[in-house]
């Protein structure tokens, strides 16, 4: 009975909805030109410069140990493939299904704060994108912003 009673506990304890709250959510660039420290500053433009990181910082409150994060980048219409036209040049394209990058990974808040960090490509195009920031299957964040 006791070992009846136990499994019972721990199904409903594994299956209970983790209940967090967004306390902030912010997106910008980082700098890491000092070595001491890295610098996050909230901006909406990231300079398309190779080696330029970039991402998200968001606050929880009422989280637990580690979370379960998952990004979904959806990058411009035009990009990825390289395609070489002695009149046009290089032309970089993304087919439709390629479109959108997911990342999944387990996070562990520091001062309950957990940041996501990108870094812009070699030859990565200008343009407008879109980043969506799930945590617990919940979308905790959508950041819309412009490399240029």
């Given at each position: 009975m006791?070992?009846?009673?136990?499994?019972?506990w721990?199904y409903?304890a594994s299956?209970?909805?983790?209940?967090f709250?967004v306390?902030?959510?912010?997106f910008g660039?980082?700098?890491?030109?000092?070595?001491?420290?890295?610098?996050?500053?909230?901006?909406?433009?990231v300079?398309?410069?190779e080696?330029?990181r970039?991402g998200w910082m968001?606050?929880?409150?009422?989280?637990k140990?580690?979370?379960?994060v998952r990004?979904?980048?959806?990058?411009?219409?035009?990009?990825i493939?390289h395609?070489?036209d002695s009149?046009?040049?290089?032309?970089?394209v993304?087919?439709?299904?390629?479109?959108?990058?997911?990342?999944?990974r387990?996070?562990?808040?520091?001062?309950?704060?957990i940041?996501?960090?990108?870094?812009i490509?070699?030859?990565e195009p200008?343009?407008?994108?879109?980043?969506d920031v799930?945590?617990e299957?919940?979308?905790?964040a959508s950041f819309e912003?412009?490399v240029?």
């Amino acid at each position: 009975m006791k070992r009846l009673l136990f499994l019972a506990w721990l199904y409903f304890a594994s299956t209970r909805v983790f209940s967090f709250e967004v306390a902030t959510a912010e997106f910008g660039v980082f700098d890491a030109s000092d070595p001491q420290r890295v610098v996050f500053s909230p901006t909406q433009v990231v300079p398309r410069k190779e080696g330029q990181r970039y991402g998200w910082m968001i606050e929880l409150r009422g989280v637990k140990r580690s979370v379960s994060v998952r990004e979904e980048y959806v990058l411009p219409g035009t990009a990825i493939e390289h395609r070489t036209d002695s009149a046009e040049g290089t032309k970089l394209v993304i087919p439709l299904d390629r479109r959108s990058q997911v990342s999944q990974r387990q996070l562990v808040p520091v001062d309950g704060r957990i940041f996501g960090e990108w870094e812009i490509g070699p030859q990565e195009p200008a343009g407008r994108r879109q980043l969506d920031v799930v945590v617990e299957g919940r979308i905790a964040a959508s950041f819309e912003f412009e490399v240029r």
